[in-house]
């Protein structure tokens, strides 16, 4: 079991847009602004997407956008294509020093 | 070009220990946190620990405090990880991957991965 929550599969149509939602506690998510968002391709390495909850790494198209309210974070991805379809990871600092990852969230491009 | 290589992993009898290692370039390793991040077959990402950039600092998740070790070795750019009593939900790639430390002593998100080394646990 994930200590964070996402939702198992989201999909979309091509140009629609999408949000995933990453929930955790005052301890982790809610008490800190370093959440990071992580892409995974089936047999490959993750990528990061988003980190500090909104900022992109450089490459990143500005398709991809987070934010964060009270314990839960969200990743949205607009104007969605062909290729965003894969795994996404939420990740967020515990108070504890650990690092929390969420239970990934497969994308489905309709 | 950055570049972090995993290499280590095997098949290995539950109670057994492996070494893994992390060959990093292209980059002054002895400035960067490094984590291990593993993912079991078919399941989500895991945190299994992180190392200061200069060794004095180590984080473990629970399932793995008292049985794996991880160090480093600044002037071999290379990041390690002991794993002692190894059991058979230790089976996973596992990967190294870099912490920009972009607040200081906040270890916290990984913006250069490896391509993972497999540690199969079985008798």
């Known amino acids: 079991q994930s200590v964070l929550t996402q939702p198992a599969s989201v999909s979309g149509s091509p140009g629609q847009s999408i949000t995933i939602s990453c929930t955790g506690t005052s301890s982790d998510v809610g008490g800190y602004n370093y959440v990071s968002w992580y892409q995974q391709y089936p047999g490959k390495a993750p990528k990061l997407t988003i980190y500090d909850v909104s900022n992109r790494p450089s490459g990143v198209s500005n398709r991809f956008s987070g934010s964060k309210s009270g314990n839960t974070a969200s990743l949205t991805i607009s104007g969605l294509q062909a290729e965003d379809e894969a795994d996404y990871y939420c990740?967020?600092?515990?108070?504890?020093?650990?690092?929390?990852f969420g239970g990934g969230t497969k994308l489905t491009v309709l | 070009q950055v570049q972090l290589v995993e290499s280590g992993g095997g098949v290995v009898q539950p109670g057994r220990s492996l070494r893994l290692s992390c060959a990093a370039s292209g980059f002054t390793f002895s400035n960067y946190p490094m984590h291990w991040v593993r993912q079991a077959p078919g399941k989500g990402l895991q945190w299994v620990s992180v190392i200061s950039s200069d060794g004095s600092n180590k984080y473990y998740a629970d399932s793995v405090k008292g049985r794996f070790t991880i160090s480093r070795d600044n002037s071999k750019n290379t990041l390690y990880l002991q794993m002692n009593s190894l059991r058979v939900e230790d089976t996973a790639v596992y990967y190294c991957?870099?912490?920009?430390?972009?607040?200081?002593?906040?270890?916290?998100?990984?913006?250069?991965w490896g391509k993972g080394t497999t540690v199969t646990v079985s008798s």
């Open positions: 991957a870099r912490d920009p430390e972009l607040v200081p002593n906040y270890y916290y998100y990984m913006d250069v």
């Open positions: 990740s967020s600092y515990a108070s504890n020093g650990d690092v929390l």
